[in-house]
């Protein structure tokens, strides 16, 4: 069985700060990896997937995340973070994309922006 | 880009009545559609898992005379809420299967009163 696990239900952060979104994952298998914003009363946006290409992956929006085998480890980071990042974030794993192959969602994480 | 378009995005009905949710893939073949349900401020729990033309397979603990999910044609799937309760008010995603990825609906927040 897959597992995703966020650390930390809510994350704040000043405009122009770095965002640091911790996920870590369980897998018996070669993981994909993903990253989903959502803001409220919206569907899940896609922010960027690892399927088992460069280890760096860049998003949209100036996110990018990075896969460490080595310590099970999938975080997303931020350089410096806008008011209009102000959501909650989901990391997901499959394994095995685009097939019947479900998506397992962490508990979310909400990122809150301050002036 | 793949788009998935779920309607309606909000409902409001009473006790004991039945609500139908659609998903649409727009611009491609949806042949895997999963049903997700999501309780404010929580995580998205999967209930079920529609292939086109066969039943649905249903997660451990959701009732599938309660949530009926139909997947006819490979552009359509829909969820019946039947004889809904206000614990079912909830917001409900789909999601679809495409080329290595997975694109959601936008949800529908249904409130049973």
């Known amino acids: 069985a897959q597992s995703v696990t966020q650390l930390g239900s809510h994350v704040s952060v000043s405009e122009g700060a770095l965002v640091l979104l911790r996920c870590n994952y369980s897998s018996s298998v070669p993981p994909y990896l993903f990253w989903y914003v959502q803001y409220p009363n919206q569907g899940l946006q896609l922010l960027l997937k690892y399927t088992s290409a460069a280890t760096l992956v860049k998003g949209i929006n100036g996110f990018e995340a990075e896969f460490k085998k080595s310590e099970t480890s999938f975080h997303l980071t931020k350089p410096s973070a806008h008011m209009s990042d102000a959501a909650e974030y989901f990391c997901?794993?499959?394994?095995?994309?685009?097939?019947?192959?479900?998506?397992?969602f962490g508990t979310g994480t909400r990122l809150q922006v301050t002036l | 880009g793949a788009v998935v378009s779920q309607h309606p995005s909000w409902v409001i009905c009473k006790s004991g009545t039945s609500v139908k949710i659609e998903c649409r893939s727009l611009?491609?073949?949806?042949?895997?559609m999963f049903w997700y349900r999501q309780f404010p401020k929580q995580s998205l729990m999967l209930m079920a898992t529609?292939?086109?033309?066969?039943?649905?397979?249903?997660e451990q603990g959701v009732e599938k005379d309660k949530f009926l999910i139909n997947h006819a044609s490979l552009t359509l799937s829909t969820l019946t809420v039947t004889s809904a309760h206000p614990e079912d008010s909830s917001f409900y995603i789909c999601s679809a299967t495409n080329r290595g990825g997975y694109t959601f609906g936008s949800g529908t927040r249904l409130t049973v009163v």
């Open positions: 997901a794993v499959s394994d095995h994309p685009g097939t019947a192959s479900k998506l397992t």
């Open positions: 529609s292939n086109e033309g066969s039943k649905a397979t249903y």
């Open positions: 611009d491609f073949q949806a042949t895997t």
